[in-house]
């Protein structure tokens, strides 16, 4: 079992910036990727930002040259650092951490709310 905790969301003016924190317990050794995912009301989540284990990243095209998922020293904190927002960033902010087996373990939401 991989438990996932988000922090960092809020309400944020247009053109600022937000860090997420996301700290991964349990079998942390089993994980393979770590993720950020967003659902906005009414839409589907979908996918913005990934790290693999060997620090690969990858990226919604919506949010390439904003937004950055790191990771920190001790592996099992993910953050997303969310430069340039925008109201379409507007949604609750998901973690989610794929494991070696393929079973995937989502955090509780953080909501973002970005005001024009």
């Known amino acids: 079992q991989v438990q996932l905790v988000e922090s960092g969301g809020g309400l944020v003016q247009a053109g600022g910036s937000l860090r997420l924190s996301c700290v991964a317990s349990?079998?942390?050794?089993?994980?393979?990727?770590l993720a950020w995912y967003r659902q906005a009301p009414g839409k589907q989540r979908e996918l913005v930002a990934t790290?693999?284990?060997?620090?690969?990243?990858n990226y919604a095209d919506s949010v390439k040259g904003r937004f950055t998922i790191s990771r920190g020293n001790a592996k099992n904190t993910v953050y997303l650092q969310m430069n340039s927002l925008k109201p379409e960033d507007t949604a609750v902010y998901y973690c989610?951490?794929?494991?070696?087996?393929?079973?995937?373990?989502w955090g509780q939401g953080t909501q973002v709310t970005v005001s024009s």
């Open positions: 790290i693999t284990r060997g620090d690969s990243t």
């Open positions: 349990g079998f942390i050794f089993r994980i393979n990727a």
């Open positions: 989610n951490a794929l494991t070696i087996s393929t079973d995937d373990y």
